[in-house]
């Protein structure tokens, strides 16, 4: 007698939007106290308006009934009466199990393009289902779905653009014929954080969804990526062969197991990548031995946006020059091959940025040594308080610091009690 047996959606609207006058028990409960603490009547304006607005459920396009115990879609025709203009509709937490109640309401909603099932433990099979053209974004989060229920529902919603599938447990893409997904041909992004995905092989299964464009993996326990290079001609659209991910502009791979630099290095392959999340993997942690941004921003040449941060022009400037010194620095081979190997950027890098090889100096001794290491630095003094100082061009040693350098400012240019900030004025 204590369980909830649900309640059909109508009624479910009409609990969390109908309302009704305030009875006079409600009223008397509405006051404040005032600083002489005597209660004051609070009197909400504009009640009537937003009343009346509420009791139209004819313009009410987005609606939610979070955990309200719906069971059931309800009748068909009394929902579609009631909610005619729905585009949005959040059935998080509920207690619907049966597409078939799905399938009913999507149906009695023409307008509906957005539905949330979160949190309801839906069935893992169907009988018969009907073409909704109309859904384009469904939410499966932590619904206990399998991906063998996945390619049975890319029939009816054969219209789908964002597909949601957070917290499934998923670590398998079961495919019923040959080794790749196909069909939802305008599914453009693809959620599957929070699973249990461990080889990349089973997103390699995903190469060919012609429209997709972003795909989530965060919080999985991905080791090692590779971009699919070595493909069968299954991945023809007709008779035309198309690359893999051919239109996929966002890989959200952050806190994964990646380790390896292969891994980073064969994003580049991927013909349209622009926005890579990789923060909270080995590889990205410093801590940890892996890669400052510098270096990443450096190996990924196409990318526009890292972590969630922007590449500007002037940033990937810098890090590609930072790079290839730390490169010609660690350098533990000539061998170009063995070199190419280990930084396949490296040679690219170089010549477009013009950054000959240093010259041995191992002839060199003493100050003639020292001095062709000396970096030759032009300092002024742009103070408005400080009056005309002539600019002073000193030889300083690279490994000077940032306060090593001020020290020599107040030096050279006498300043005292006074604190310093350092521009640098570029070419």
């Not at 909400?44 to 009346?52: A, F, P, S, Y």
């Not at 290491?373 to 005309?388: A, H, N, Q, R, W």
Request: glycine share 6%; with cysteine; aromatic share 6%.
């Amino acid at each position: 007698s204590a369980l909830s047996a649900g309640i059909a959606l109508p009624d479910a609207l009409r609990l969390r939007y109908r309302v009704d006058d305030f009875t006079k028990e409600e009223q008397d409960e509405m006051y404040v106290f005032s600083t002489s603490q005597k209660r004051v009547s609070v009197e909400l304006v504009g009640t009537n308006k937003v009343r009346d607005k509420l009791k139209n459920f004819d313009e009410l396009s987005c609606a939610s009934v979070s955990f309200m115990g719906v069971s059931s879609a309800g009748s068909p025709e009394e929902l579609q009466g009631l909610v005619p203009n729905l585009r949005q509709l959040d059935l998080t937490g509920n207690l619907i199990s049966q597409w078939q109640d799905i399938f009913s309401l999507c149906q009695a909603l023409p307008s509906l393009e957005v539905l949330d099932l979160t949190n309801n433990t839906m069935e893992n099979d169907f009988v018969e289902s009907p073409l909704l053209k109309n859904i384009r974004v469904l939410v499966l989060n932590n619904c206990g779905v399998t991906w063998e229920l996945i390619e049975k529902l890319k029939v009816p919603f054969a219209c789908l653009t964002d597909l949601h599938l957070i917290w499934n447990k998923l670590n398998i893409i079961t495919t019923p014929a040959g080794n790749f997904v196909q069909g939802f041909d305008t599914l453009r992004l693809l959620n599957l954080e929070d699973n249990h995905i461990v080889s990349w092989d089973e997103m390699v299964k995903l190469s060919y969804l012609r429209s997709l464009e972003q795909l989530h993996l965060n919080k999985n326990k991905i080791k090692h990526v590779r971009y699919p290079s070595n493909l069968p001609s299954s991945g023809s659209l007709g008779d035309v062969a198309v690359p893999a991910f051919e239109k996929l502009q966002v890989l959200l791979l952050g806190s994964n197991e990646i380790e390896d630099f292969p891994s980073v290095d064969s994003l580049n392959l991927f013909p349209s990548l622009m926005d890579v999340r990789i923060s909270d993997n080995p590889i990205a942690d410093p801590a940890k031995g892996g890669a400052p941004r510098f270096v990443l921003v450096a190996r990924l040449g196409n990318v526009k946006i890292l972590n969630g941060s922007e590449v500007s022009a002037r940033e990937r400037r810098e890090a590609e020059i930072r790079y290839i010194r730390l490169v010609m620095g660690k350098a533990e081979s000539s061998d170009p091959e063995l070199l190419k190997q280990l930084h396949p950027r490296f040679a690219e890098l170089k010549a477009f940025h013009g950054i000959e090889d240093e010259k041995p100096t191992s002839r060199m001794s003493g100050p003639q040594k020292m001095a062709s290491g000396l970096i030759s630095i032009t300092l002024k003094c742009v103070g408005p308080s400080m009056g005309e100082k002539q600019p002073l061009t000193k030889k300083l040693p690279p490994a000077t610091t940032v306060g090593k350098l001020k020290s020599l400012c107040e030096s050279f240019f006498k300043l005292k009690d006074i604190k310093l900030r350092l521009f640098l004025e570029e070419e």
